[in-house]
């Protein structure tokens, strides 16, 4: 896998998608499957916060060659970013004071 292609693409799927309540964005990409947790501070408001979300990781899908799988989990969290499991890579980080 080439991350260059993976950045590319996810920076064009989530381009003007990163809602406020998102605190953290991790990626992980093995044999294929493209996984993505969304860490918020509050749940997703209605069915609209989730569709955006599909129409983000789909764009991202569509541009990275090879992609067998894609696994998307929305998870509310308070725990510190510093705690959270980032996978590979995080791929965006809002500040919080506390890491």
């Known amino acids: 896998m080439d991350y260059a292609q993976l950045l590319y693409g996810l920076n064009e799927g989530f381009l003007q998608r990163i809602k406020p309540n998102y605190r953290a964005i991790a990626i992980g990409y093995q044999n294929g499957d493209l996984k993505t947790i969304?860490?918020?501070?509050?749940?997703?408001?209605?069915?609209?916060?989730?569709?955006?979300?599909?129409?983000?990781?789909?764009?991202?899908?569509?541009?990275?060659?090879?992609?067998k799988g894609v696994f998307v989990e929305v998870i509310y969290s308070e725990e510190p970013i510093g705690k959270l499991n980032k996978l590979d890579f995080w791929y965006f980080l809002r500040y919080d004071a506390e890491l």
Request: net charge negative.
């Open 38 to 67: 969304v860490y918020c501070d509050t749940f997703p408001q209605d069915e609209d916060d989730l569709d955006n979300l599909k129409e983000a990781v789909s764009e991202a899908e569509s541009l990275i060659e090879n992609v």
